[in-house]
């Protein structure tokens, strides 16, 4: 996967539900710079859904979003 | 389109029922999350979802009423499984359990979010609810064309 990306900020959404994974990520995007990217861990399988209509929403990219176990693991990069 | 050429969300919220105003947060919380400008009109039941914890009512029907229907957003029911508040507690536990965040905590998060709320003019003055009855951060009252302005503006329009 995207092991080449450099991650400006890790979250940890792990444990929280819809939806409060995609209000995290939302709440976070400015804590980067345009062009940064966030790495969030999720626990919650609704975020594999909501966090790319949230980027589509907002004008963001998913670079990738994974499942690793129990766990779903996102790149989220900031775009404007 | 709204304000900036956002997406924009205008939600009545009539029902006080706990499960209901659940999906109302919980969708206000993700559309503020998404940039979206959200307008939440709270009328009748709904009122108390953004009541502080305090006396109301001038009349005796008033008063009657703030005090069978008073306290705030912790004392919502779910609209089935009542059982005479056993249903609060026990959705409470399955919630907490589930890590669910509170009911009053996903109000606050709305406001924190620039969620705009407001209280419906003619259902305060029926029952009898000031507007400094209401937690901080709901604006000034407004009545049903407002409501529909922000409706017709809307991308989004629900009825709770």
Redesign the interface.
Known sequence: MSDDVKVDLELDLK??????P??K???NITNVPVGGVIRAVATDPGAMA?IP??AQ??GNEVLSAEKEGAEFVFLVKRLK | MGDEGKKSLAMVVMSGDMDKLFGAFIIANGAAAMGMDVTMFFTFWGLRAIKKDVRTGKTFFGKMLGTMYGGDITKSNPSKFSFGGMGRWMFGKMMGKHNVQKLNEMRDLAVQLGVNMYGCQMSMDVMEIPQDAFIDGVKEPVGVGFFLLKAQEADVQLFI
Do not use: E, N
């Open positions: 444990g929280l539900l819809c939806p409060l995609m209000v990520v939302s709440q909501d209509a949230w929403s907002t």
